[in-house]
């Protein structure tokens, strides 16, 4: 019913930049809110930030300011600038939406398929 498709990540060198992006489609009412988790083997996945369809924002506190949330609503897109990487922020990156069906619907949570982010030192 909902896909999350998410694009961006790969390698970079400590102190560099790289960027995220996810699209959410199918039968969405509505999303609130949208943002990013992150994950290294072995470890729960963590909050890296999320944002709602107001503008607030929830963000860790190791990537505030660094990292940089943007949504565009009427796409269901989230993007995450990454600046001033640090080996620390390696992991695999998802995308997570709470997804409205309909007006009136419990929120679900949707996950994307999760892209790798490489930080070398």
């Known amino acids: 019913q909902v896909q999350l498709v998410e694009s961006g990540g790969g390698l970079v060198q400590a102190g560099g930049s790289l960027s995220v992006s996810c699209t959410a489609s199918?039968?969405?009412?509505?999303?609130?809110?949208m943002g990013w988790y992150r994950q290294v083997p072995g470890k729960q996945r963590e909050l890296v930030a999320t944002i709602f369809s107001s503008g607030r924002i929830n963000s860790a506190d190791s990537v505030k300011g660094r990292f940089v949330i943007s949504r565009d609503n009427a796409n269901n897109t989230v993007a995450l600038q990454m600046n001033n990487l640090k080996p620390e922020d390696t992991a695999v990156y998802y995308c997570?939406?709470?997804?409205?069906?309909?007006?009136?619907?419990?929120?679900?949570?949707?996950w994307g398929q999760g892209t790798q982010v490489t930080v070398s030192s």
């Open positions: 997570n939406a709470a997804v409205a069906l309909y007006n009136g619907g419990a929120f679900r949570n949707y």
């Open positions: 199918g039968n969405i009412f509505s999303i609130n809110p």
